[in-house]
């Protein structure tokens, strides 16, 4: 098969654009500390319900009464749906209860611990997952 300059810099392009989306994604053990799981108590400020990962927002007050806005991520919205999620998940003003790994970078930011449960106003939720069922 000859290939004309055309046909070659489609080629080309459409290897870009499939290389760029395989690298774009990443996995957590880079920027999550999973010997740390920390558990927290707060109030949701926002569940946001999009690719690639949903979000769940929400702020933690500290002994001192300092309130710090906490992110937690999660699943694409598609694999928590099949789980049983729903976009109304969280509301704002919902008193939670999870645990996070939190980032290795010291921020408020943490990938959701799923094998324990997430409560909401005092209510399960979330159920935990075993890690060791496929």
Request: charged fraction near 20%; proline fraction near 4%; charge should be positive.
């Amino acid at each position: 098969m000859k290939f004309t300059r055309p046909r070659f810099s489609v080629l080309i392009l459409g290897l870009l654009v499939l290389a760029s989306s395989v690298l774009a994604h990443h996995g957590t053990n880079i920027s999550y500390d999973h010997n740390k799981p920390t558990t927290l108590n707060g109030t949701v400020t926002e569940f946001v319900w999009s690719n690639p990962h949903c979000q769940l927002y929400f702020d933690v007050k500290d002994a001192s009464g300092k309130v710090t806005n906490w992110a937690g991520e999660l699943n694409s919205p598609s694999v928590l749906g099949r789980q049983g999620w729903t976009k109304r998940q969280f509301k704002a003003g919902d008193q939670i209860k999870i645990t996070v790994f939190p980032s290795k970078a010291g921020t408020p930011v943490g990938v959701v611990d799923r094998t324990h449960a997430i409560l909401a106003n005092g209510k399960e939720v979330v159920a935990a997952v075993d890690r060791n069922v496929d």
